[in-house]
């Protein structure tokens, strides 16, 4: 049976839900968390801002860009400068760390649950904090590797060392020429692992985080299980938000949680099964 979109918010207090979720945190046999943007962001990690003037006002000024997302689609004409870009890019979203202790908060709430991390975030966060590696499937990529931007096999190659290079010797918003990172097989231009289209790279660790995952819902299928979306808005829905909405309508047992400023609504099939905050993510966990 497919749901309605027809949208309830709850109109019940934050701090009764608080209560509601963490009584549900408790008593779950399995919590599936699902996590977007909104968590890294309520994290620190902004992509505009005081955050993008202090490393990207270069770039800013010659091309009048105003956050790290535009700027990752610019076409720039020349991969010296486009590695400029992306090197910062990654540096500062993926070998740095966020701001504050949302991701380690997290973790702490659930470390001693039987868990599983869907996310489409790409910044690593998950890892850094403590979580599983085997309980975490990245849909979207990840910061931390280049592929073949044809591509031409399927695979993908760690990027730490290069990305740091990058970084210490780039002048003028380019880096030197023989660091622009080609194909170890077929010797054109690597690419961020990234899904933007259809060269998107799915590596063997793709493919077992995925069947990971799929035998973790089957196994929980009929018991009582919590689904908490965290920061996930309505840009890949289908991936994390719809598929949670379904999987708590279908299962006897099972509650959808959703924590996400502005942005936290169930279907009205749902809404009985559904506890709905909108508010920082970081100061709900607080609270927890």
Not at 80 to 99: G, K, M, Q, V
Not at 136 to 146: A, E, I, R
Not at 262 to 287: F, H, M, T, W
Request: net charge negative.
């Amino acid at each position: 049976m497919s749901l309605k979109i027809q949208i309830s918010k709850s109109i019940k207090s934050s701090s009764e839900q608080i209560e509601r979720l963490r009584e549900a945190l408790e008593t779950a046999d399995a919590v599936v968390i699902g996590a977007g943007a909104g968590l890294s962001t309520s994290a620190g990690f902004t992509y505009s801002g005081k955050r993008f003037e202090e490393n990207f006002s270069d770039f800013e000024k010659k091309y009048g860009f105003h956050d790290m997302y535009t700027g990752g689609f610019y076409p720039y004409e020349t991969l010296e400068e486009f590695w400029a870009f992306w090197s910062r890019n990654i540096y500062l979203n993926r070998y740095t760390d966020a701001p504050k202790p949302v991701y380690q908060e997290l973790f702490e709430l659930v470390k001693d649950k039987d868990y599983f991390v869907l996310t489409t975030n790409v910044d690593h966060c998950f890892q850094k904090a403590g979580f599983d590696k085997k309980r975490l499937f990245y849909t979207q990529g990840d910061y931390g590797l280049f592929q073949c931007s044809e591509p031409c096999h399927q695979k993908t190659y760690d990027n730490e060392e290069v990305i740091k290079k990058m970084m210490e010797t780039q002048e003028n918003m380019r880096i030197p020429s023989e660091l622009v990172p080609k194909c170890p097989v077929c010797g054109k231009p690597m690419t961020t692992n990234l899904r933007c289209d259809d060269t998107f790279v799915e590596d063997e660790g793709w493919h077992q985080a995925a069947e990971r995952y799929s035998e973790f819902l089957r196994r929980h299928r009929n018991m009582k299980t919590l689904f908490l979306e965290l920061g996930t808005g309505m840009n890949t829905p289908g991936i994390i938000k719809f598929s949670f909405w379904r999987m708590v309508h279908e299962w006897a047992d099972a509650t959808y949680a959703c924590i996400n400023l502005n942005e936290a609504y169930a279907p009205g099939e749902i809404r009985n099964k559904s506890i709905c905050i909108s508010d920082d993510i970081g100061k709900v966990l607080e609270q927890l």
